[in-house]
């Protein structure tokens, strides 16, 4: 049999064995018109964006510069928690909260959806790398895509291209291993089809391979599904990785906090989709003399250094921030991210002089184009953006970036703070007793559920480390590689860990504590705990400050309100406990015996 020829599949800048046939086996499979090897240069971008326009699904932006704004498919619009899958050999390793296949049976049905799906499309090759370029041991991935917006969105979010594809050999001429990640939109063209602004498929599947480090994702163009770099590299596939190497993928933010007298910490939190980690990641202080920078807003894949301590890096290259809400007052520093420009706007509304626009921003216009392509006015029922709405825009622009964003040696982490949205129980902050007790808080980290993901808004569910959509094996063995990473290091070395609610409300629903840069108070509180500095008193569940304990000079907020946002009240927990019970019961033989000490101690606790 003679190979297929099909055009630009054997242009590959590269000799890489295991990456051409890989290629080409794809290209074989899906058929697409072409295959464009992607470089990342700027000429791409112009010709990709060009063509994007004239396609209809961006339109270039006249207030920002080289700025497009998009709309999705109404049923495009979030990640599919229901249609992602852990393809695990062995189901044990998928756990309770995961969906699981057999892997040959998924790869049967996949591979009957990928053949001709690119039919009538470009196949682009991306090659990428999560993590500084120039780590010792480069994290690389090649997404391969028939979307277009994937490949500019890719191109934000991830180092790629051709610096990427420069370390897939090393130093002595070796070929590096990569994550192959495929990716289609699952709407081939036939011969004069004319093509939709945003082409998807009803069909959906968002799937990971985990001892073959591979995803294999169709029939979505939406961020976190066909993104791939992200949640299901960075996230699904790197903490399998990090299991078996030793270290720790988590979905959190990294910020540096500088002290008056210009000492730094860098902290580390992992809240739910949707729940302020972009928000906390730029922060303006509003206590004098503080400062915060930013190093990440989603990912941080976090490793012992020699020194012992744990340190984190950002696999990510850009922010995929959620547009409503933010605005110059809750996020000034996203605000001027954005209006560099070089960004993509998803779902948001679209202005008639050429901007953009979303719920929360100042000075609505008088009329504009809400998502759904309809006409919008502030007289509006309906709203101007999605939920769950994005900006997509290069970390570089962000006028809060620390310099040492891209080092590849990371930044040791003094605090991890877990939090998560609840009206009621959780107080303001509260600090663990030790590791163990902290991974207890982040095992059972608790969250109302947000447009992020499809399915019922404001259901309060356990969302395990806010990792409960990515955790890429079984949570109970997760919870056991975190207990077993506590013992891998000094008590002393290992970073404090801490649980917030910047989302109690009060009886008339309002929020008790005024968040966003207000919170810089309990940032301060938390170092000031780690250097012995700060007051706190203990509770059941741990230490916590009372409202003398925390700087709140100059905070224009009710006291009252403060009280309560602060206070621990032993109905309510006890109220959690049969919840947290039931949780346990669902992770079921392999959740840490040490993890059921903690509950029973807590319910010790609580009954004293
Ligand atoms: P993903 O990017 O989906 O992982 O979410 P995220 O954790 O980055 O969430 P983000 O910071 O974008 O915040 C989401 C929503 O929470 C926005 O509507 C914010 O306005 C709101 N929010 C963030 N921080 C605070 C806060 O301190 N207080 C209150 N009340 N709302 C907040
Ligand atoms: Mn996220
Ligand atoms: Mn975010």
Redesign the pocket.
């Known amino acids: 049999m003679t190979a297929v020829t099909i055009p630009g599949l054997d242009q590959a800048p590269t000799t890489h064995k295991r990456l051409l046939a890989w290629v080409r086996e794809v290209a074989e499979l899906t058929a697409p018109d072409q295959v464009v090897w992607v470089d990342g240069s700027e000429e791409e971008w112009t010709r990709l964006t060009d063509r994007l326009v004239a396609a209809g699904t961006f339109t270039r932006l006249d207030k920002k510069p080289n700025s497009f704004y998009a709309a999705s498919d109404p049923n495009d619009v979030a990640r599919v928690e229901e249609r992602t899958f852990i393809c695990s050999v062995d189901e044990a390793d998928s756990g309770p909260t995961n969906n699981w296949m057999a892997p040959d049976e998924m790869k049967a049905i996949m591979t009957e959806l990928y053949r001709g799906s690119m039919r009538g499309r470009t196949m682009y090759v991306i090659p990428f790398c999560m993590g500084p370029l120039d780590a010792e041991k480069p994290m690389l991935g090649v997404e391969i895509t028939d979307s277009e917006y994937v490949v500019v969105s890719m191109r934000i979010m991830t180092r790629m291209g051709a610096q990427a594809l420069a370390r897939f050999t090393d130093a002595d001429g070796n070929e590096r291993d990569f994550v192959p990640a495929l990716h289609s939109l699952g709407a081939p063209l036939a011969p004069g089809q004319s093509d939709v602004p945003w082409p998807c498929s009803d069909t959906k599947y968002i799937v990971h391979f985990p001892e073959e480090r591979l995803i294999w994702s169709y029939g979505s163009g939406y961020g976190g599904n066909a993104l791939l770099g992200k949640k299901c590299y960075s996230l699904r596939i790197a903490s399998v990785i990090g299991r078996d190497e030793g270290w720790l993928a988590e ?1 959190m ?1 990294i910020l540096k906090l500088i002290s008056p007298e210009n000492k730094v910490y860098y902290i580390a939190a992992a ?11 730029m922060l303006e202080p509003t206590i004098p003399g503080w400062k915060v920078e930013t190093l990440g ?2 990912i941080a894949w976090m490793r012992f250094g020699e020194d012992g301590r744990l340190y984190a890096v950002n696999p990510e290259n850009g922010f ?3 547009a ?3 605005n110059w007052k ?2 000034p520093n996203a605000m001027r991210t954005i209006d560099k420009g070089n960004s993509l706007f998803t779902n948001v509304a679209l202005t008639d002089d050429g901007d953009i626009w979303w719920e ?1 921003m100042e000075n609505p216009p008088a009329h504009a184009t809400s998502w759904k392509g309809e006409d919008w006015t502030p007289e509006s029922d309906e709203l101007s953006s999605h939920a ?1 709405s ?1 900006y997509c825009t290069p970390m570089a622009q962000c006028p809060v970036l620390a310099p040492e964003w891209d080092d590849p040696q990371g930044v040791p982490i003094s605090a991890i703070f877990f939090g998560g ?1 609840r009206a009621t129980t959780i107080p303001l902050v509260s600090e663990s007793f030790d590791w163990q007790h902290g991974t207890f808080m982040g095992a059972t980290l608790s969250s109302e559920k ?1 447009a ?1 993901a499809t399915g019922n808004l404001g259901e309060v569910r356990r969302d395990p480390m ?1 990792m409960l959509p990515f955790i890429g094996y079984h949570a109970g063995d997760y919870f056991r590689h975190w207990i077993e990473t506590g013992k891998r290091a000094d008590a002393d070395k290992l970073p404090k860990i801490f649980y917030v609610n ?2 109690r409300r009060g009886d008339d629903g309002r ?1 008790l ?4 840069g ?2 810089s108070r309990v940032l301060k509180w938390a170092i000031e705990r780690l250097e012995g500095k700060a007051a706190a008193h203990e509770s059941p569940i741990g230490w916590v400050p009372t409202a003398a304990d925390l700087d709140l000079s100059g905070l224009d907020a009710d006291p009252a309100d403060i009280d309560a946002a602060l206070a621990v009240d032993l109905d309510e927990w006890r109220a959690e406990l049969p919840l947290i019970e039931a949780w346990f019961d669902k992770i079921g033989d392999k959740l840490p015996t040490s993890l059921r000490d903690e509950l029973a101690a807590l319910k010790q606790r609580l009954a004293g």
């Open positions: 979905h933010l809240f739910p989709s949707a729940c302020g980690k972009t928000n906390l990641a807003d989603d995929f921030g959620v409503p809400g933010t809750t996020n929360g769950n994005r949205r947000t992020a806010a910047w989302f929020f504590w005024p968040g966003f207000e919170n």
